[in-house]
């Protein structure tokens, strides 16, 4: 049977309508520090706006301070753009398996996913552009901030941040076994289960160019040692 | 510097203005090989709809046949809904790798991306709904169509399947090492390379209620041995 994770802290989400999980009640998970663990533990996001009336979706970077989730990207991208004309919508999954059912109508995949709507603040003062741009080059990349050339001022006009607010967010957690019908478990005619799925990074590559006698730095060794 | 996948076959991608990449036009990837690529590889996708003049965006499961990208959920759900009501963007995205720069703005991800736009075409025949649901399924879990119980007629009448057509398609590819500044390659004071990421199958989890004397069957233990 599906087996759902449920964590209650507080402040609850889905404060208005279209955050309450109608579909699936079950895997809703009401709590902020589920909200936070999928964020954190993500990597990248599908950033969603409307162009002319019709969605685009795209992958990209994000990170989090506390209530905030910090976007970027190119001052002329159409997304960024977009997102200051409409309110935004952002997903975070990960996917942890595929649940093999007896029947097909039952094959599900177990999933962490957190989805947040809002409209997105264009970060203007300097300070908070570059506290920004520390958070999301933290999430992607622990320890570079620090280790790395920081950005000058011709970069960061290049650059756009985006702020959006966690305040109206969903959250979805599907874990275990298969939901299958009574009597597909009596009739006992196909494999039932889960194939995890896992990230794992890989070994560090350094790049053609870097000078030789460089050692693989701890905060890229530690990394590369941990699960993705 | 940054390497490019281009791989370039017919008929070409991007025939409309919103899906011709405009940023980062060196990782764009014209060629139609390399979509299927993609869409072959991917185990789920991010489906994104306007509802109420807002995005949503949502992770869902996804299969291709030739032209066509088939989508399905239950029939109340709101974004197979609205989905039929405006057009739809649905983005497959791969993540190889994070690329560490010298300096911060450089900082980049290694991936494949697929972003299709188009309406969405309800399937109303059960011939062509069976069809879908056989690409769903077979995409999600490889083997399971023939392996298990197929739906029932009260099962269908549950299932909303939805047709894409992938004609308008934008395909980014990007590979390789950081694009750094000359002056902060010679500088020489960052490490420099990628940190690449694969998805890995993990070991099959037989359900708490599969009856003792099931072998994993082929089709699972099979992929249970490759790269996810």
């Known amino acids: 049977m599906p087996k759902t994770l449920v964590a209650v802290t507080r402040p609850q989400l889905s404060p208005t309508p279209r955050s309450t999980i109608k579909r699936g009640k079950k895997r809703a998970v009401t709590g902020r520090a589920a909200l936070d663990a999928i964020l954190d533990a993500g990597i990248i996001c599908h950033l969603s706006v409307v162009v002319d009336g019709s ?75 570059l506290h920004g741009l520390r958070v999301l080059t933290e999430h992607m990349a622990p320890g570079s901030w620090e280790h790395c050339r920081q950005p000058n001022p011709k970069e960061l006009a290049k650059t756009t941040v985006l702020a959006l607010s966690l305040d109206e967010a969903a959250v979805k957690v599907r874990s275990g076994g298969p939901g299958d019908e009574p009597e597909d478990v009596f009739e006992d005619s196909a494999w039932a289960g889960v194939l995890p799925l896992t990230q794992q990074w890989g070994s560090p590559v350094p790049s053609d160019d870097l000078s030789a006698g460089w050692e693989i730095p701890a905060h890229v060794r530690d990394r590369s040692a941990s699960h993705g």
Chains 1, 2 share one sequence.
Do not use: K, M, Q, W
């Not at 992958?59 to 997304?79: C, F, K, N, Q, V």
């Not at 309110?87 to 975070?92: L, R």
């Not at 177990?110 to 997105?120: D, F, L, Q």
């Open 55 to 129: 969605p685009l979706v795209l992958p990209t970077g994000y990170g989090r301070d506390g209530e905030t989730l910090y976007l970027h990207g190119s001052t002329g991208a159409l997304s960024l753009r977009s997102a200051l004309a409409n309110e935004i919508c952002v997903a975070v999954t990960l996917l942890d398996g595929i649940v093999y059912a007896r029947s097909v109508f039952h094959f599900s995949a177990n999933y962490r996913s957190a989805v947040i709507h809002g409209p997105a603040r264009l970060v203007e003062s300097t300070e908070e552009r």
